[in-house]
């Protein structure tokens, strides 16, 4: 087990590894608590969370992404203000990804902020979600339309929970991986040495805490994405898009596409090495297998990224060697130009 410090002055540590989350029940008994779950989680771990949180009050969100809405939120606030939980009261958020990002919003919102424990039990919320402080629910069919910065005082990611994750989980969270694997020398060596066992749960587990480290380096230096926190969106231009557009597959596989094609724009326009990109590509297609081949129309998402400056010019985050990276613009007409081309090259 392991701790990283996010941020000193305003405390925000996380604990990583087996046995973080023995450390949670004496902090629930120490202050006026409240927990929010998934019904999956909740059917899964109802013993342990019995143990732990004993007669906490506790909102039980059904399980799924439609449920990361407004009204949830609404429902989540009135709980709290029902358990009468007060300005130095703890919100402990316990599950995936939707679990983790209403609840740290619910946690700002209340009192306008009270102290936010975050324990993410799938792959994608230890390696991304519940690290940085980014919390948001859905609205109008847009994802994370409304929320707000705001730093969890402690994180306990324990790969524990990984146990129960179906496959296609796991190959969400290795999705990020894959992305941090482009963005950091250390993680890539790692991944492409365990490529033929990445579903191995003590590779996991490692991996986990190198991702974490990573985004909690990049956070320390720039918590409102900036600048260098947009290099946590490589793969996320063309995936984003592709998301939007398809909504079949997980985020993290929409993710590995867009890293495979951007990728394919950075070795044929010079930015990448052919060897590394290669290996990236081929980092990719070990999780995510076939590459499937984007037209025009799933592309149009792309104009809307966050990380665009400019109307009509696409940015993205290119590979160039181990560990560096570069904030690629190209305006949308060639970028599309450029994906066909990609797209193509899959076909033949
Ligand atoms: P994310 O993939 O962003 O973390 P969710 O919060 O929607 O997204 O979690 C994905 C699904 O996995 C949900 O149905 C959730 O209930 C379920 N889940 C969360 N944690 C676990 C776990 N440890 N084991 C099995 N299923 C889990
Ligand atoms: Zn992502």
Redesign the pocket.
């Known amino acids: 087990m392991k701790e990283i410090v996010l941020n000193a002055s305003q405390k925000s540590v996380i604990t990583c590894g087996e046995g973080a989350f023995e450390k949670i029940a004496p902090l629930v008994k120490a202050q006026k608590s409240f927990l929010l779950t998934?019904?999956?989680?909740f059917e899964?771990?109802g013993g342990l969370i019995r143990q732990t949180f004993g007669n906490t009050p506790c909102y039980v969100l059904p399980?799924?992404?439609e449920n990361k809405n407004f009204a949830r939120l609404g429902e989540i606030l009135s709980a709290m203000g029902e358990a009468e939980l007060l300005r130095t009261s703890c919100l402990f958020a316990l599950?995936?990804?939707?679990?983790?990002d209403i609840g740290g919003l619910a946690a700002a919102l209340y009192m306008r902020g009270i102290k936010c424990v975050q324990i993410?039990?799938?792959?994608?919320?230890q390696v991304d979600?519940s690290v940085g402080g980014k919390t948001a629910v859905d609205m109008g069919g847009i994802k994370n339309l409304v929320g707000a910065f705001y730093q969890p005082e402690l994180v306990f990611a324990d790969p524990m929970?990984?146990?129960?994750?179906?496959v296609r989980?796991i190959k969400?969270?290795l999705g990020e991986i894959v992305k941090y694997a482009g963005l950091d020398a250390e993680i890539y060596r790692e991944v492409v040495k365990h490529k033929d066992n990445l579903y191995d749960l003590s590779f996991l587990a490692e991996i986990t805490y190198a991702c974490i480290s990573h985004k909690a380096n990049v956070v320390r230096k720039d918590e409102r994405e900036t600048g260098l926190r947009k290099s946590l969106n490589m793969g996320h231009t063309t995936g984003h898009a592709y998301e939007l557009y398809d909504k079949k597959m997980?985020?993290?596989e929409y993710v590995l596409v867009g890293m495979w094609y951007e990728t394919e724009i950075a070795k044929r326009k010079g930015f990448c090495k052919e060897e590394y990109a290669n290996s990236l590509q081929e980092l990719v297609r070990a999780v995510l297998g076939k590459i499937p081949v984007l037209d025009e129309a799933c592309l149009k998402g792309a104009l809307m990224d966050k990380k665009n400056e400019k109307a009509g010019v696409v940015t993205f985050v290119a590979p160039v060697s181990k560990g560096i990276f570069d904030l690629v613009k190209l305006p949308y007409e060639e970028y599309v130009a450029e994906i066909l081309k990609a797209a193509e090259a899959i076909q033949c």
């Open positions: 998934d019904s999956n989680v899964l771990y399980a799924g992404e599950g995936g990804g939707v679990v983790g993410p039990t799938t792959l994608l919320a979600s929970f990984f146990k129960t994750l179906p989980e969400c969270g997980s985020h993290g």
